[in-house]
């Protein structure tokens, strides 16, 4: 049996109405100034606004950051820096999805120690206390609210860099099902095929251990089951609910056990294309799943048994699996096709080429190698 350590730093609030519990949690973590790092999108929303006030009325003075963009990057972090430096803030909130999050802790690290982003690249790289964080996501999708790692792009090539540190998970997640009824269908359909990737991937990874595959397990069965009921029915708590949940779950086997080629593949596409992480994973997930295939026979056919409704017969799990992930990804609309989204064939293999050097590509079950990239951006365009 495969030895591990396990630490929970982050503790959950998770319900209905439960982002009023930000009050008591706030009071209990002596925040005083806080700075509230949220997207643009969120202050349109109301939900700027709505946790202003019960931060408010729990007598904490609220300091707004909301100039980035998805998928933040280096000079959006310098800027929240630069904002909050004069502040004198004493905390951190992180209200929106993983940008939001990733945003959060990006600037936490900033204020708290020197130099720039680029120094806290890898783990344990905090050169201060890091200041005391809440996070509340909006969208059930990266799990960033339970990970110790900011995920931020180097402004200058787009490539993604992770910067984790303990002292980078939030101190409390609060997980309220009625703060994602504002999204658009298109966001649900994206973060929530990143969520279901997560379980797939962190269940399969070379760096899964008991602990965090019975994390994926669960996650893979909220998510895999509620998907489509929350595409279907926007207005149905109790499956957002259950993607909240799944998401975050999927976050924490992510912490224990990291993701494989899926990801390695797709940071490459947004680097270089822009394209939202959540499309990018939709496109080669299933690709990722079929070419994987023998290395993750067993590992694969456990989530098919898992799958309600969908339960597998034998064959190949791996072609069962990847079918059943096409399925999800058309209910959920997401591009089937790179070409359709301007990926031009001649691209392909320098796109391969940066995948089979990303930093997850030796937890794959199979290794990820500049022809195997090819393989599956040949198969997914």
Request: proline share 4%.
């Amino acid at each position: 049996m495969k030895p591990f350590v396990f630490e929970a730093s982050t503790r959950l609030i998770f319900g209905e109405g439960s982002v009023r519990e930000l009050a008591p949690a706030a009071r209990e973590l002596g925040f005083q100034r806080t700075l509230l790092v949220s997207d643009p999108g969120l202050v349109n929303s109301g939900h700027v606004e709505t946790v202003s006030e019960i931060l408010a009325e729990a007598g904490v003075q609220v300091h707004g950051f909301h100039d980035f963009a998805p998928d933040p990057d280096s000079r959006m972090v310098d800027k929240g820096a630069d904002y909050a430096r004069p502040l004198g803030v004493d905390s951190v909130v992180g209200l929106g999805g993983g940008s939001s999050m990733d945003c959060a802790k990006g600037i936490n690290f900033l204020l708290t120690g020197e130099g720039t982003i680029y120094d806290y690249q890898g783990y344990g790289r905090a050169r201060g206390r890091m200041l005391p964080m809440i996070g509340i996501p909006t969208t059930s999708g990266t799990g960033s609210e339970a990970q110790s790692y900011a995920i931020i792009a180097d402004a200058r090539t787009h490539v993604k860099m992770a910067c984790g540190d303990p002292q980078a998970a939030f101190r409390v997640a609060i997980l309220d099902p009625c703060l994602t009824l504002s999204q658009p269908a298109g966001v649900s359909s994206a973060t929530g095929f990143d969520a279901l990737s997560h379980a797939v991937e962190s269940y399969c990874s070379k760096r899964s251990t008991l602990l965090s595959q019975s994390f994926s397990r669960e996650a893979w069965w909220l998510l895999e089951r509620n998907y489509e009921r929350v595409l279907h029915d926007p207005a149905d708590l109790a499956a957002r609910g259950a993607m909240q949940l799944g998401a975050f779950y999927a976050g924490l086997a992510i912490e224990n056990s990291s993701v494989g080629a899926a990801h390695a593949c797709a940071n490459p596409l947004s680097a270089r294309y822009r394209m939202p992480h959540g499309l990018a994973i939709g496109l080669l997930l299933s690709p990722v799943v079929r070419w994987t295939g023998r290395a993750a026979e067993s590992a694969y056919g456990d989530l098919l048994h898992l799958s309600g409704g969908n339960s597998w017969k034998g064959g190949h799990a791996s072609e069962s699996l990847a079918r059943r992930l096409d399925e999800l990804a058309a209910s959920g609309r997401l591009p089937r096709e790179l070409r359709s989204e301007g990926v031009s064939e001649g691209d392909l293999e320098g796109l391969a080429a940066q995948a089979s050097s990303h930093w997850t590509v030796g937890f794959n079950p199979r290794r990820l190698t500049s022809r195997g990239a090819m393989e599956i951006y040949r198969e997914a365009w």
